[in-house]
Nanobody
Framework: QVQLAESGGGLVQAGGSLRLSCAAS????????MGWFRQAPGKEREFVAA????????FYADSVKGRFTISRDNTKNTVYLQMNSLKPEDTAAYYC????????????????????WGQGTQVTVSS
């Protein structure tokens, strides 16, 4: 059974940085693309970033390009989201997610691409 566990959230001032981690277990991590999403109160869950299983491609929402970086360490079965220059509008619960299909080649921007989700970690950015 696939399990995803996020960590690293917290309270930070605007302009600060946080690094989120997502530890995966239950299958061969390196075969699967991974994504990060976020959800603010009263809003729909939205795409933040994704990284392909091949490590050749990364994808970002326009709102975070140039500020956030997604990476993965297949030796640790972990995907990271480095968040710099944080803004109050980045405040949300952040979730990591994984497709059920290995070597997934379709778009990673939609929640429909993902079958497994973590429990989320809260990021709060104060102004």
């Amino acid at each position: 059974q696939v399990q995803l566990a996020e960590s690293g959230g917290g309270l930070v001032q605007a302009g600060g940085s946080l690094r989120l981690s997502c530890a995966a277990s239950g299958r061969t991590f390196s075969r699967y693309s991974m994504g990060w999403f976020r959800q603010a109160p009263g809003k729909e869950r939205e795409f933040v970033a994704a990284i392909s299983w091949s490590l050749l491609s990364t994808f970002y929402a326009d709102s975070v390009k140039g500020r956030f970086t997604i990476s993965r360490d297949n030796t640790k079965n972990t995907v990271y989201l480095q968040m710099n220059s944080l803004k109050p509008e980045d405040t949300a619960a952040y979730y990591c997610a994984a497709p059920g299909q290995e070597y997934y080649r379709r778009s990673l921007y939609s929640t429909e691409a993902y079958d497994y989700w973590g429990q989320g970690t809260q990021v709060t950015v104060s102004s």
